[in-house]
């Protein structure tokens, strides 16, 4: 089953859920280990899934999708790191991120969510042309902190 986002038309002038500097935090989500090449975790291998986002009232207010591909595996132990791509899609459009981060052990999709920074590059809807910094502070119940400039 394949699943697309409409966002809103680029033409939408109005500032999004997220511009200037926005707290959601992460709720249910979904996050599957594709083993690539060699057993085990390996460079190649890919975590992909999503997370929905709530606001402080509880009220959903979107998704984040990623797709993040082990690029280094610590043999000593040290944990594994991952580059990814992110969207973030909201009812007023959507953001791109890119992130590069590690984990204890990427396969275990059971892990709750680890710190990182993502760099917004882009958007659509409400958030073309958007620029920012999106910070995920770990927990069971992750904050994801925006600071996004929706200026053109």
């Known amino acids: 089953m394949v699943t697309a986002f409409a966002g809103p038309s680029q033409a939408d002038d109005a500032d999004g859920i997220v511009c200037g ?17 060699a057993p085990g975790v390996s460079i190649g291998d890919v975590r992909a899934g999503w997370r929905a986002l709530h606001d402080d009232a509880g ?10 591909t082990v690029v280094d595996v610590d043999p000593e132990g040290g944990g594994d790191t991952v580059q990814g ?17 590690g984990w204890n052990d990427a396969s275990d ?12 590059t882009d958007g659509f809807g409400a ?20 600071q996004v400039d929706c200026e053109d």
Request: without cysteine; hydrophobic residues 40%; aromatic residues 14%.
């Open 21 to 37: 500097r926005v707290v959601l935090t992460g709720g249910e989500k979904a996050v599957e280990f594709v083993d690539n090449g």
């Open 59 to 68: 009220t959903y207010q979107g998704k984040t999708y990623f797709v993040a």
């Open 85 to 101: 791509t992110y969207t973030i899609a909201l009812a007023d459009g959507w953001l791109v991120a890119a992130a590069f981060y």
């Open 109 to 120: 999709v059971s892990q709750r969510a680890t710190g990182a920074t993502l760099v917004i």
């Open 127 to 146: 958030y073309g042309g958007a620029e920012g910094i999106l910070t995920i502070e770990p927990g069971d119940t992750p904050k994801y902190r925006f």
